[in-house]
């Protein structure tokens, strides 16, 4: 073989593209040799991600899970499509004298790259994201060689556990006073982070709307970058105008390390890759947990740090009134408790590093 082909099937957000960079540039840096390849889905912040990263990929019409009608209609309707581009894919890495394997990141990008290699005969290790597995990954587990995940699990002793995974450019390098000045805010001023994700958060900017408006001297002494997604960016950008309250609104950020550099506290959805990121930079953190999903897996992602009190859980909902009511007083103390703060930011602290790209590509050279 002249070398090998790392193929990593995971999008539809970037908590499923993140981590792969993470894992890809540490196997190139134990061998540069190495290819590493993205399978993603066809929404626009996929490709945004990889492009902006250089990174070759390969974009199939995925669809995600569900038990619905029209859901199964049209995860049925382009299955084919996407097993079979996932096929050509490993079958041009192997033309190209090349060892394969399939890394599923999870979401529903994976499941018919992981088709593909088993008809191909690939290996798969699949890369477990999340405290409570979503039906794919259920799936992938069945198939995989191999099982890797950031968090225990109880009924799995197969499984084996591994460090939070973190993209470097997601973990500060400076002090908070240039992360401020790199994120185009005022270098001296206390700031509050607000990020829904990749995708932005529709429930967590109506609250951030709702506070802004209802109690601009909430903030007062403090100024906010807000990560809204695109569809909400002119929205709050203008409510936090109305109300005066100094405030830096964008659609995305791809640089997260200068974004959490310049934090003093978060407000954040509980995204595996958001916990992780959040934990390897030791900043305090208030967090929403998307309130929709039945399995409450964003709830049980963020709990590890919130029980070594790191971070403090609130729960969301649909009504932002109800959600705000909640929220309110818990930003109100951390807003104006300094100690607090810290004493938070020490807990995290003592969790140690993001070790888990390292150790995922340690088990890539060790079983491929």
Request: with cysteine.
């Amino acid at each position: 073989m002249s070398g090998r082909t790392f193929i990593f099937a995971g999008g539809g957000t970037g908590g499923h593209i993140f981590p792969g960079l993470a894992i890809a540039q540490a196997l190139e840096q134990r061998d540069a040799k190495c290819r590493c390849v993205f399978v993603c889905s066809e929404r626009a912040i996929d490709a945004a991600i990889l492009r902006e990263q250089d990174r070759t990929f390969v974009a199939i019409p995925a669809q995600p899970f569900g038990l619905r009608p029209r859901t199964l209609y049209r995860l049925g309707r382009h299955w084919g499509a996407c097993v079979r581009a996932s096929r050509r894919l490993i079958q041009e890495e192997r033309r190209a004298d090349r060892d394969v394997c399939v890394v599923a990141m999870g979401g529903f990008v994976a499941p018919s790259a992981v088709q593909a290699a088993r008809i191909e005969k690939a290996q798969v290790i699949l890369v477990n994201l999340d405290a409570a597995p979503g039906r794919a990954n259920r799936w992938i587990s069945k198939h995989a060689d191999h099982v890797l995940t950031t968090y225990d699990m109880a009924d799995q002793s197969t499984w084996k556990k591994i460090g939070p995974i973190v993209r470097p450019s997601a973990i500060a390098t400076h002090d908070a006073v240039t992360g401020r000045e790199k994120v185009g805010l005022a270098k001296d001023t206390p700031t509050l982070v607000v990020v829904g994700g990749s995708l932005g958060a529709r429930t967590l900017n109506d609250v951030m709307e709702r506070l802004v408006t209802t109690q601009p001297k909430l903030f007062a002494g403090w100024q906010v970058l807000h990560q809204t997604g695109e569809a909400d960016r002119d929205r709050l950008a203008k409510a936090y105008e109305q109300a005066s309250v100094p405030a830096r609104v964008v659609s995305f950020w791809p640089s997260m390390g200068e974004v959490w550099g310049a934090a003093d506290l978060v407000i954040a959805r509980a995204g595996a890759g958001t916990v992780g990121e959040i934990q390897a930079n030791a900043v305090p953190a208030i967090f929403l947990p998307y309130p929709f999903h039945k399995d409450q897996h964003q709830r049980l992602n963020a709990e590890p740090i919130a029980k070594a009190e790191g971070a403090l859980i609130v729960r969301d909902s649909a009504n932002a009134e109800i959600t705000t009511q909640a929220l309110t007083p818990v930003l109100q103390r951390l807003l104006s408790d300094n100690a607090a703060r810290e004493q938070m930011r020490s807990a995290l602290q003592s969790l140690g590093g993001p070790a888990g790209a390292d150790d995922v590509a340690d088990h890539l050279f060790s079983e491929t």
